[in-house]
Nanobody
Framework: QVQLVESGGGLVQPGGSLRLSCSAS????????MSWYRQAPGKERELVAT????????NYADSVKGRFTISRDNVKKMVYLQMNSLKPEDTAVYYC???????WGQGTQVTVSS
């Protein structure tokens, strides 16, 4: 019954913005660090961002620093990824990941193209 469901992906033009959401259930969300990963065609899955259980600490891949922001709402059991200044190289399937539970969502497609 552990479940992570991503939403918010889609097609956006370079320079645009998108917010991804991940809805969590079936585990103690407020005790779990959460991450966003992405995987582009032909590439390894890449860690994009991580947020601590309380939301007090965040880490980002160098490729997205200054453009992406990870956040969470422990009441709603949601984690978000705000993506700004999107580039074509951000095109990938984005996955929500529960760090201590080693549990993946199904992913949501983000395509950045003119």
């Amino acid at each position: 019954q552990v479940q992570l469901v991503e939403s918010g992906g889609g097609l956006v033009q370079p320079g645009g913005s998108l917010r991804l959401s991940c809805s969590a259930s079936g585990f103690t969300f407020s005790s779990a660090a959460m991450s966003w990963y992405r995987q582009a065609p032909g590439k390894e899955r890449e860690l994009v961002a991580t947020i601590s259980s309380s939301g007090g600490s965040t880490n980002y891949a160098d490729s997205v620093k200054g453009r992406f922001t990870i956040s969470r709402d422990n009441v709603k059991k949601m984690v978000y990824l705000q993506m700004n200044s999107l580039k074509p190289e951000d095109t990938a399937v984005y996955y929500c990941y529960g760090v201590p539970y080693r549990y993946w969502g199904q992913g949501t497609q983000v395509t950045v193209s003119s």
